[in-house]
């Protein structure tokens, strides 16, 4: 599935789309270069799934989550792994007790840095998000 | 409590671990205040790293706590304030365990306040801003997790009347430099480079300044940074120095502009007194000047408390204050019950 994203209402149709792929479990892994849009595309699927809530760059507190209001996912938890260097230090975090909730979705930005906790994970989904040079617009590929 | 009751700070939520113990009377005395900072490892790493930092805070904590305590013991404070969030729950619970231990033995008061509110109290930690210290304040707390505009009625009694929607100022510091090349922590090192350079150079967004709202939105410098370095960043020579301090010039005016700008429209909206600016970015120079100046010409009557620059990094004199604040309203918790809250809001 691609998406090119030219104005911001189109990061809404990809969140959206991606919502309809979701189901409690689901590790939504967003990758992308410093400002691509990775939080932005957050905050829309925070929309998609109903939240009130208006998802802040997670960076410096590394874990958040949001009550969403969606049929099946009631929570949306978003993890930055932007600064964490080595895989022990997601230790901390409690991304498994998360998961652990029946009804959770996790979206992860820089999951590069935490690769090797992500390959023992099942239902990741692999999304990248690349902006075009020069330009504000961002292309989407998720696999 | 005696008559100048001595508050035991602990403070462990995010870099650093701190201790200190202040003394409060018709003056401030800070008795002592040891602040065990973690910054040489988080160079090597590029960012904080929570493992290491719960780790060193366990045996760092035990030791400033030993140092900060003396040969009086138990007989070196009369209260306890512990940092119980916001913050990593993991990161948190060091210093709360700690305190919650010292308060069971010693069967003294203990408080748990909000990181926040300890930056607030860092302004207060200053002899000529209690002074001028008179409610309604407002005060900007600006830090690489944290842009807030708080509106202070009373000691105790705050509203956020605007936050960023997205990035932190001081994390919007870090990323720009980090898309130009600029090593961790970002932030010195553009106010380093900004101050050889032409701030007019590149026009960076001012992003919602003329919104109304007292909100605020850094994420998109990151956009307008990244297409304006992008003809520069494969040269290497010196038209390419100078383009990469003129860009620091600009992304520094840009973030300070927004900053001061919604700074003084709340400032007057409210009519407050005086604005605080506090926080890890008050460590700017720029932000520092620009405010007061701003302050001078367009609301001569309110006072400008920055914190020192001693109180500006996490520290912990700053949560004995806002403990002693809180303690003077009678508040006290059960030590039973304290627990880290890692989404607190002030
Ligand atoms: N099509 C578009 N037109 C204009 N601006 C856009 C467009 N798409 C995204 N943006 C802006 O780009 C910025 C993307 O920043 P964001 O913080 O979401 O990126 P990020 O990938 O999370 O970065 P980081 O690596 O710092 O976490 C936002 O300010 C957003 O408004
Ligand atoms: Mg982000």
New interface residues.
């Given amino acids: 599935m691609n998406f090119i994203v030219a104005r911001m209402e189109d990061w809404d149709l990809a969140a959206k789309a991606v919502a309809d792929r979701l189901s409690p479990g689901s590790i939504l892994a967003l990758s992308g270069p410093l400002g691509a849009g990775k939080t932005t595309f957050v905050q829309a699927l925070a929309r998609a799934l109903g939240s009130k809530d208006k998802p802040r760059s997670p960076t410096f507190s590394l874990v958040r989550a949001y009550k969403t209001a969606h049929s099946a996912i009631k929570q949306l938890v978003h993890v930055d792994a932007y600064r964490i260097e080595s895989e022990q230090d997601i230790l901390p975090l409690g991304l498994e007790e998360y998961l652990e909730d029946p009804a959770t979705v996790m979206a992860i930005e820089w999951p590069e840095q935490i690769s090797a906790w992500l390959a023992g994970q099942t239902h990741v989904i692999r999304m990248q998000i690349e902006p075009d040079k020069g330009s504000d617009v961002r292309r989407i590929r998720i696999a | 409590m005696p008559a100048n009751p001595r508050i035991l700070g602990i403070e462990t939520s995010c870099d650093e671990t701190a201790i200190a113990i202040l003394e409060v009377g018709k003056t401030l005395k800070i008795v002592k205040n040891l602040v065990s900072s973690q910054i040489p490892i988080h160079q090597k790493?590029?960012?904080?790293?929570?493992?290491?930092a719960?780790r060193t805070h366990v045996a760092e904590s035990v030791s400033l706590i030993t140092e900060a305590l003396g040969k009086k013991g138990m007989d070196a404070f009369d209260a306890i304030a512990v940092t119980s969030g916001?913050?990593?729950?993991?990161?948190l619970r060091v210093g709360i365990e700690s305190a919650r231990v010292l308060a069971m033995l010693s069967g003294k008061k203990i408080v748990g306040v909000n990181h926040l509110e300890g930056h607030l109290a860092s302004a207060w930690l200053n002899a000529s801003n209690r002074k001028k210290w008179k409610f309604p304040l407002l005060a900007l707390i600006v830090s690489?997790?944290?842009t807030e505009l708080v509106l202070m009625k009373d000691f105790c009694k705050y509203k956020i009347v605007g936050q960023?929607?997205?990035?932190?100022a001081?994390?919007a510091f870090d990323?720009t430099a980090?898309?130009v090349g600029l090593p961790y922590p970002g932030g010195p090192q553009i106010a380093k480079l900004a101050s050889l350079g032409n701030p007019d150079a590149f026009p960076l967004p001012r992003p919602m300044m003329n919104d109304g709202s007292f909100d605020f939105s850094f994420?998109g410098l990151?956009?307008a940074?990244?297409?304006a370095w992008?003809p520069w960043s494969k040269m290497e020579d010196a038209r390419a120095e100078q383009a990469k301090r003129d860009l620091a010039a600009s992304v520094q005016t840009a973030i300070v502009d927004v900053l001061v700008e919604k700074t003084m429209r709340a400032a007057e909206k409210y009519k407050v007194n005086g604005v605080l600016v506090v926080g890890g970015v008050s460590a700017n120079a720029s932000l520092r000047e620009r405010m007061e100046k701003a302050i001078k010409e367009r609301l001569p009557k309110l006072a400008f408390l920055p914190s020192d620059r001693a109180y500006i990094t996490d520290n912990a004199a700053m949560i004995a204050a806002a403990g002693y604040w809180r303690i003077k309203k009678g508040e006290k918790h059960d030590w039973r019950k304290l627990d880290a809250r890692p989404?607190w809001n002030i």
């Fill in positions: 790493y590029g960012g904080v790293v929570p493992e290491v719960a916001p913050g990593l729950a993991t990161a690489g997790g944290h960023t929607r997205d990035d932190a001081g994390e990323k980090k898309l994420s990151k956009t940074v990244r297409i992008e989404e």
